[in-house]
């Protein structure tokens, strides 16, 4: 069974920083590349971030710099270190595969407001 569980959202300040977990399914996990997206209010799921099983990572323009993906293997777990936030930046924040299976899970809110 597929499970996706996304956690550490929340609110924060412009500029300021959070970290994403998510606990993914072991036959998920040890057969794909991970991702990070986000979907914002009235906008499309767009990918974030993304690593590869061996740890190779490449991220979307608009965090490069800002956000650092990374993985545990031994947990089966992604993290998403979100620093210097944007007002931009809130969304729903989902991990899948990349590129993404049909099941999501809840994904986590994260919205950046002063």
């Known amino acids: 069974q597929v499970q996706l569980v996304e956690s550490g959202g929340g609110l924060v300040q412009p500029g300021g920083s959070l970290r994403l977990s998510c606990a993914a399914s072991g036959s998920i996990f040890s057969i794909y590349a991970m991702g990070w997206y986000r979907q914002a209010p009235g906008k499309q799921r767009e990918l974030v971030a993304a690593i590869a099983s061996g740890g190779s990572t490449n991220y979307a323009d608009s965090v490069k710099g800002r956000f650092t993906i990374s993985r545990d293997n031994a947990k089966n777990t992604v993290y998403l270190q979100m620093n210097s936030l944007k007002p931009e930046g809130t969304a729903v924040y989902y991990c899948?595969?990349?590129?993404?299976?049909?099941?999501w899970g809840k994904g986590t809110l994260v919205t950046v407001s002063s």
């Open positions: 899948n595969a990349s590129p993404p299976l049909k099941y």
